[in-house]
């Protein structure tokens, strides 16, 4: 057994050469990559949107990643070296820029286009996330946004739909189904 001072001595040189000896890893250890998001959510989909008692709008669009933003998600920037590396309480990763949550999650941008109907919505703005809340990949959330159109969507690793809300006023029911990858 080591006496006192020697034991704090080993303690501090050891936290001094890796600060996370006692937290772990300093980064998360994600079960999944951008293949299994892109499998899971590129492709063409049927959209069917009811807003409230009006009539049903149905479209098809196709989802995929965003083009611009994929090289730069495949090659993140190298950190600024320091002589500390710094401790992460939690991690969070973006296929398009950063952000500070605290929560291991990933985001992926998508590119919407619209295959058909949804006349009107020609020159509307088409966007959409996917977004997968842990490191392990079971369910993620879709959100796309089809001008004043707001569907948020519940999908597992292999794809499949479990609920699809239209989010946007008036209230009413969204479904959706993928016709293709």
Known sequence: MLPRPWAFLAGAGAFLLNPTFACGSAEPDYQYGEAELRAAVEGNWALTVTPGPGAALELSVRLQQRAEHMASARAPS????????????????????PAHACIDSTEMPLAVSLLAGGAGLESAALSGNFRVDSLVFDVGTLHLTLGELRV???????????SAVLES????????QRLAR
């Not at 190298?78 to 820029?97: F, I, K, N, V």
């Not at 948020?152 to 479990?162: H, K, R």
């Not at 006023?169 to 959706?176: R, W």
Request: glycine share 8%; hydrophobic share 45%; aromatic share 0%.
């Open 78 to 97: 190298a950190p600024a070296p320091s002589l500390l590396r710094s401790a992460h309480a939690c991690g969070t990763r973006t296929l398009l820029a």
């Open 152 to 162: 948020t969507a519940q999908l597992d690793a292999q794809g499949n739909v479990s």
């Open 169 to 176: 006023a008036p209230a009413g029911s969204a479904t959706l």
